[in-house]
């Protein structure tokens, strides 16, 4: 089985910072992607931004600039780096990594636990 284990979030001031960390663990033999999504009350769940193994990432237009995703490919772990905060950021914010395990040829998609986000006014 994979297992994720997501933590960062909290409570923060408009304009303030946080950053978000999610660690795969298990019988994994690659990581395609991993990313970030996000749901706020009565709302879908959304992508905030993912990042390939190549390198190259995704933003959601409403993020670009503010929030940076990377990864650590030896630890097997996806950062969210959240920068000028706003109040419509408040989420649950779930980890995601399409993985594929050992002695098997499939990629699945593995979902978070998700961890919460709120801005203050």
């Known amino acids: 089985q994979v297992q994720l284990v997501e933590s960062g979030g909290g409570l923060v001031q408009t304009g303030g910072s946080l950053r978000l960390s999610c660690a795969a663990s298990?019988?994994?033999?690659?990581?395609?992607?991993m990313g970030w999504y996000r749901q706020a009350p009565g709302k879908q769940r959304e992508l905030v931004a993912h990042?390939?193994?190549?390198?190259?990432?995704r933003y959601a237009d409403s993020v670009k600039g503010r929030l940076t995703i990377s990864r650590d490919n030896a630890k097997n772990t996806v950062y969210l780096q959240m920068n000028s905060l706003k109040p419509e950021d408040t989420a649950v914010y779930y980890c995601?990594?399409?993985?594929?395990?050992?002695?098997?040829?499939?990629?699945?998609?593995?979902w978070g636990q998700g961890t919460q986000v709120t801005v203050s006014a």
């Open positions: 995601k990594v399409i993985a594929r395990k050992v002695f098997t040829t499939i990629d699945y998609a593995y």
């Open positions: 298990g019988s994994i033999f690659s990581i395609n992607l």
């Open positions: 990042i390939i193994s190549g390198g190259s990432t």
